[in-house]
């Protein structure tokens, strides 16, 4: 790509990734002091006032307009990341700054945990900081750590000249908004694979291919199961306004306590080898480097899982906010285990009435039964149905268990059964004390096993 293109794309996309990304915060700043000196010059030449008059209230508006702005965007940028101390993470400073050393690459002066999944190295103006995301920290050992770090800081150093940084950032952007067309993803796509692959590369360098290899797979797991995470166990949550202040400890107790792992990795492999953006498919990338995605395996050490209850409730805050309205007021801060089971039940149930809805739009009906839909199901048709539910996202093992699920589900719980452990929704407890558990239930009855008769009993009881 020619630099006059790169130019264009830069300005007709993103005009402010035409400046390096050193001098970007200095953009803000530079715009209110050029409002002020006009407001006050326009004052001067209209206004008959003395030159010193004019000159103290430029300098004074600079000041007010810099530091307002200034105070917003620490107050912003505070709000999803938290310094983690040199002296309270020693070993996690030594791991950055060994790492660093390998690949002779001055090491960040400040390390941060971050509220979202991912991690990054960024480069300010004054100061250099790498960003952990915490999802992921509860998952990586210390190799896998090591091979994560030496991918920031190396995809930072690469993209640093200008305008390969600019270009990424776009690249980027676009990608997560779905704004970017055809023809930037293909003009930036041979750029993209190859920074992602010398990143990968350094991370082999200093923690070895199987420690890379996995790293990369706990990051397909991480980046996708806790956004389904919070989809599936905080969405519905927060627009019942109940507020689940332990979001980061569920997401924790649901990869070590219920086998999220195994059960999401097929439709996640699935899904990732699906995804033709450059740099996005994991399975492209362990490729590169010769390797195979591996189902991601619990860590034997990690230097920190969890920081204080305060910060990770203002994570929370700051991973929920895409799905708060404007001007909403969280009105009942609450934990799991003390969620109402009527507010998992709604959820159930819009899940049911939007697979009825979808049946009956299928079928050629204004209103379809669950019968209904048990039938679509049997006669192989549960891909042609529609309706607003994550399937890559889903840990269910097949689309015939989404169709199913929510019915079986909801039948259970009119019949009796109550919830178990609040994160482990696909369990129920009959009243006689026995566990039920319903993704097993509608597998065996798409097995045409014992459980047909019953299973069409039940929904027959609704």
Excluded at 191 to 210: F, I, K, N, P, Y
Excluded at 238 to 250: H, I, K, N
Excluded at 448 to 459: E, H, I, M, P, Y
Aim: aromatic fraction near 8%; glycine fraction near 8%; include cysteine.
């Amino acid at each position: 790509m020619t630099r006059r293109r790169a130019v264009w794309l830069l300005l007709s996309r993103r005009p402010r990734l035409i400046v390096p990304r050193r001098a970007r915060p200095l953009l803000t700043p530079l715009a209110v002091a050029a409002a002020a000196v006009a407001v006050v010059l326009a004052v001067f030449v209209l206004v008959d006032i003395p030159l010193n008059v004019f000159v103290l209230g430029a300098v004074a508006l600079i000041a007010a307009g810099a530091s307002v702005i200034g105070g917003a965007g620490a107050r912003q940028g505070e709000s999803d990341v938290h310094l983690l101390r040199r002296d309270t993470h020693a070993d996690l400073y030594a791991l950055v700054a060994d790492v660093a050393r390998e690949l002779r690459l001055q090491p960040p002066r400040r390390v941060m945990a971050w509220a979202s999944p991912d991690a990054r190295a960024t480069r300010g103006f004054l100061r250099t900081e790498l960003w952990l995301g915490l999802p992921l920290l509860a998952v990586l050992d210390e190799e896998e750590l090591r091979a994560v770090v030496a991918h920031e800081l190396v995809l930072e150093r690469l993209s640093r000249p200008w305008p390969t940084g600019g270009l990424l950032t776009l690249y980027w952007t676009e990608v997560s908004r779905a704004e970017a067309g055809a023809e930037p993803l293909g003009e930036l796509g041979p750029l993209v694979d190859s920074l992602m692959l010398q990143a990968d590369q350094a991370g082999v360098r200093v923690a070895g291919s199987e420690a890379t290899t996995s790293a990369l797979s706990k990051g397909l797991l991480v980046a996708n199961g806790f956004t389904w995470f919070m989809l599936r166990y905080a969405r519905d949550l927060v627009t019942e306004r109940f507020f689940p202040s332990d979001l980061y400890a569920g997401w924790r107790w649901k990869l070590q306590h219920d086998d999220l792992a195994e059960r999401m990795w097929p439709g996640l492999v699935r899904a990732d080898a699906g995804d033709e953006r450059p740099g996005a498919s994991m399975s492209r990338r362990v490729a590169a480097l010769g390797g195979v995605l591996t189902i991601p395996r619990p860590p034997e050490r990690v230097l920190f899982t969890a920081l204080p209850g305060e910060v990770e409730e203002r994570f929370t805050r700051q991973a929920l906010s895409r799905y708060l309205p404007k001007r909403y007021v969280l009105s009942r801060k609450t934990r799991y285990g003390d969620v109402p089971d009527g507010a998992w039940d709604r959820h159930h149930e819009r899940e049911r009435d939007e697979v009825l809805a979808a049946a009956a739009a299928l079928l050629g009906k204004d209103v379809a039964d669950p019968l209904d839909a048990v039938e679509i199901v049997v006669a192989g048709r549960a891909p042609e149905l529609e309706w607003n539910h994550a399937f890559s996202f889903c840990a269910h093992p097949g689309r015939e268990v989404c169709v199913l699920f929510p019915l079986i589900h909801c039948a259970l719980r009119a019949s009796g059964h109550d919830y178990g452990h609040p994160l482990r929704q696909r369990e129920l407890r009959a009243p006689t004390g026995e566990v039920v558990d319903v993704t097993g239930l509608a597998v065996r009855f798409l097995d045409g096993g014992s459980a047909k008769d019953d299973f069409r009993a039940l929904l027959t009881s609704l």
